[in-house]
């Protein structure tokens, strides 16, 4: 069975930057779309980017500007580069792929604190 696993998580200063990777494991066919989400203590998960097959991408509007999605086929691998980034970027972020079943992450920490 297809596995995400992401990792790049960690503790960052207000106006740093990180790289998340979230990697597949398996085989997934029919894949639509690969995101990044978060989840916040005490908020609801939310989408913060993401990718289509064919590489075009949407970001949440708190993100734009800041973060990047991106992908490397080959490797199995989708990215999220996060620049600029703010106390209230804290959160778990999730990597999701969505193909003929949804799969999930386990979820790496992000904390942004000086």
């Known amino acids: 069975q297809a596995q995400l696993v992401e990792s790049g998580g960690g503790l960052v200063q207000p106006g740093g930057s990180l790289r998340l990777s979230c990697a597949r494991s398996?085989?997934?066919?029919?894949?639509?779309?690969m995101a990044w989400y978060r989840q916040a203590p005490g908020k609801q998960r939310e989408l913060v980017a993401l990718?289509?097959?064919?590489?075009?991408?949407n970001y949440a509007d708190f993100v734009k500007g800041r973060f990047t999605i991106s992908k490397d086929d080959a490797k199995r691998t989708m990215y999220l580069q996060l620049n600029s980034l703010k106390p209230e970027d804290t959160a778990i972020y999730y990597c999701n792929v969505r193909a003929t079943s949804t799969y999930w992450g386990q979820g790496t920490q992000v904390t942004v604190s000086s």
């Open positions: 398996g085989i997934i066919f029919r894949i639509s779309t």
């Open positions: 990718i289509s097959r064919d590489g075009n991408t």
